[in-house]
């Protein structure tokens, strides 16, 4: 069965700072991978995705991840937090089988970017 | 482009009544949406998927009697929480495919909270 972790509650970070949010995953087969950001009483925004080819995804708000086939992650990244990218980072990964492909989410994590 | 809305983002309603929540996607049409519902400070959980012009597929544990989905157009699919109790209480977000994306990337609305009394 497909899974996806995020090993981190809360990460804690400096505005100006370089900021990491870690995911792993368990996929059968080819990974589509995702990261969502939301916003207090807020749905989800999508950021980002890696379906194939380079490793390195570029998305939204200057926020990029990093896919790692050896290691199983999608780390999603950002060289210089801001205090408006405080708000809770959800990564996913496509679900296979059934009629209609489902997306898998982790438990979330929580960024707080301190001015 | 691919832009998802609710209505209405927020309810409160006495206990036993029904309420319906909408879900359309306004710039593109799209077969296929999810319900999800969220408690604080968790993750999503599926309830189930809504298909145009057939009838939902409800994930394991989710009473389908008491939350019906209907998709009758391309554009909108309605959620609607029957004979609701304070347990029904919580964040109802939607979200909609794009028709041969290819990458099932889900795009959500903004979430209705609900608050039975």
């Known amino acids: 069965a497909q899974s996806v972790a995020q090993p981190e509650d809360q990460v804690n970070v400096a505005e100006g700072n370089p900021l990491t949010v870690k995911c792993t995953y368990s996929?059968?087969?080819?990974?589509?991978l995702f990261w969502y950001v939301q916003y207090p009483n807020r749905g989800l925004q999508f950021l980002l995705k890696y379906i194939t080819g380079d490793n390195l995804v570029k998305g939204s708000y200057g926020f990029e991840a990093e896919f790692n086939k050896s290691q199983t992650s999608f780390h999603l990244k950002k060289p210089s937090a801001l205090v408006s990218d405080s708000a809770l980072y959800f990564c996913?990964?496509?679900?296979?089988?059934?009629?209609?492909?489902?997306?898998?989410f982790g438990t979330g994590t929580l960024l707080a970017v301190q001015p | 482009g691919a832009v998802v809305s609710q209505h209405p983002s927020w309810v409160i309603c006495k206990s036993g009544t029904s309420v319906k929540i909408e879900c359309r996607s306004l710039?593109?049409?799209?077969?296929?949406m999810f319900w999800y519902r969220q408690f604080p400070k968790q993750s999503l959980m599926l309830m189930a998927t809504?298909?145009?012009?057939?009838?939902?597929?409800?994930e394991q544990g989710v009473e389908k009697d008491k939350f019906l989905i209907n998709h009758a157009s391309l554009t909108l699919s309605t959620l609607t929480v029957t004979s609701a109790h304070p347990e029904d209480s919580s964040f109802y977000i939607c979200?909609?495919?794009?028709?041969?994306?290819?990458?099932?990337?889900?795009?959500f609305g903004p979430g209705t909270r609900l608050t039975v009394l």
């Open positions: 809504s298909n145009e012009g057939s009838k939902a597929t409800y």
């Open positions: 996929v059968s087969g080819n990974p589509y």
């Open positions: 979200s909609a495919l794009i028709p041969g994306d290819g990458t099932d990337t889900q795009y």
């Open positions: 710039d593109f049409q799209a077969t296929t």
């Open positions: 996913a990964v496509r679900d296979y089988g059934g009629a209609t492909n489902k997306l898998i």
